[in-house]
C-alpha cells in the first residue's frame, strides 16, 4: 500500500497571468504528489488554467481584478482543490464566449481522467470545486482491521460483562 503525501496549500491572489500560472503550477504539484499519470495530471492543469482564464476574460473586460483564493490539500480525508472568487455570477465551465467551446473541452478532459469539477455561486463567491476519491485501503488489511477489532471487542466484553448477558448476547445475535 502506498502512502500519499500531500501538502495542503493556500493563498490569496489578484486574478492575472502571473497568478493563473503559479495556480495551475500548483494544481499540478498537487496531483503529483498523489501519484497520478502525467497525461492525466497535465489534463487537469489545463482545464483548471482554462476555468480561471474564463474568470480573467469575464473580469478583465471590465477593468477588475478580483482576488481570487485557491486552497489545495485534504478535508475528510480527501484531496481538494478549491479556487473562490467574489463578483457576479460566472460559471467557468460553461460554455465560452469564443467560437470554441472550451466548456465541453474542460468537461469531457476531467470526465475522461474520472473528475468532476463542481461549480457553485453562493453569496456573491463564485466557488469552483473539485473533489477526488478518498485513497482506498487495501482489501485484505481492512479484513484483517476488521478481525482484529473483533477479537478485541470480544476479550473486552468477556472481561467486563457477566456471563449471563454474554450468553444473552451470544444467543440473541448467533
Known amino acids: 500500500m502506498a502512502v500519499r503525501k500531500y501538502e495542503n496549500f493556500s493563498g490569496e491572489y489578484i486574478l492575472n497571468g502571473e ?5 495551475a503550477a500548483k494544481v499540478e504539484e498537487f496531483f503529483y504528489s ?11 492543469r489545463l482545464s483548471m488554467e482554462e ?3 474564463r474568470w480573467y476574460d469575464h473580469f478583465s473586460a471590465k477593468g ?5 483564493s485557491f486552497y489545495s490539500g485534504k478535508t475528510f480525508f480527501r484531496p481538494v482543490i478549491n479556487i473562490e472568487l467574489k463578483g457576479e455570477e460566472v460559471d467557468p465551465l460553461q460554455s465560452a464566449d469564443s467560437e470554441l467551446d472550451a ?7 476531467m470526465a475522461n481522467i474520472g ?5 457553485n455561486y453562493i453569496k456573491g463567491v463564485n466557488v469552483l470545486h473539485l ?6 485501503i487495501n482489501p485484505g488489511v481492512r479484513l484483517l482491521l476488521g478481525i482484529v477489532a473483533g477479537l478485541l471487542l470480544g476479550f473486552i466484553a468477556k472481561g467486563v ?4 448477558d454474554i450468553a444473552l448476547l451470544t444467543t440473541s445475535f448467533f
Open 64 to 68: 477588475e481584478e478580483p482576488k481570487v
Open 103 to 109: 466548456g465541453d473541452w474542460i468537461g469531457t478532459v
Open 19 to 23: 497568478s493563473i500560472d503559479l495556480m
Open 131 to 136: 473533489r477526488l476519491e478518498r485513497p482506498h
Open 51 to 53: 476555468a480561471l482564464l
Open 161 to 164: 460483562l457477566p456471563d449471563q
Open 115 to 119: 473528475l468532476s469539477p463542481r461549480y
Open 34 to 44: 498523489l501519484g497520478m499519470d502525467r497525461a492525466n495530471v497535465l489534463g487537469i
